[in-house]
């Protein structure tokens, strides 16, 4: 059983900064991707960011420049670091693990995100 534990969302003043954290347990091996997506109210879910086991990324146009993931591989822990937030930026974030090879992927339960104007 993956078990895919998020932490770090909350409340903050446009401007401001929160790091997400997703940590993934289990019986897992090999990740491929590791990423964030967002859902506001009313909207479907978008993808934020991606990463590679090479460490390649990819980030939506919103918040390229203002938002970084990284990985650490030997933690199967991934992480979004939110700068110059936005109140756009009001989501539940979730987080994403793909085992392509596998064809298996696994979703965190969400952790919100709110930035007051």
């Known amino acids: 059983q993956v078990q895919l534990v998020e932490s770090g969302g909350g409340l903050v003043e446009a401007g401001g900064s929160l790091r997400l954290s997703c940590a993934a347990s289990?019986?897992?091996?090999?990740?491929?991707?590791m990423g964030w997506y967002r859902q506001a109210p009313g909207k479907q879910r978008e993808l934020v960011a991606l990463i590679t086991n090479g460490g390649s990324t990819n980030y939506a146009d919103s918040v390229k420049g203002r938002f970084t993931i990284s990985r650490d591989n030997a933690k199967n822990t991934v992480y979004l670091l939110m700068n110059s937030l936005k109140p756009e930026d009001t989501a539940v974030y979730y987080c994403h693990i793909g085992r392509v090879w596998a064809g298996t992927y696994y979703w965190g339960q969400g952790t919100q995100v709110t930035v007051s104007s």
């Open positions: 289990g019986s897992i091996s090999r990740i491929d991707t």
